[in-house]
């Protein structure tokens, strides 16, 4: 692969970052919310067993529980798809191509990062 090709591929992964980072000012889950053109995708956890949820570019983990169902949610501009997304045993990774989406559960509340101790 040239130089040139190199570069022109990482500006294209970089340039929904520079379209959106300036109307979000932060990574906060309003401001991210108010960038909106928001396309939600249901991610529910049919197995019997915990589910790691990881969201991309950013390393945010969040573990569903057998039955449990969010919307990860892209917000803001994207080439070509606003999601990308690989399962492994136990683990399921999505990666928001517009650098910034949020993750709520069925009524659209922000839904806590991190493994929760079991109720």
Known sequence: MTEDRRRADIERIMEPLKANMPEAGDFGFEAIRRLGNPVPMLVQNSGGELLQLWLEPFGQDYWLEPGEAVYV?????????????????????VW????????????GNEFPPGRRDAT
């Open 73 to 93: 949610t892209s917000h803001g501009t994207w080439n070509d798809h606003p999601f990308e997304t690989v399962h492994e045993p136990g683990c399921l990774t």
């Open 96 to 107: 928001a191509t517009s650098f910034f989406a949020t993750v709520t559960d069925r009524e």
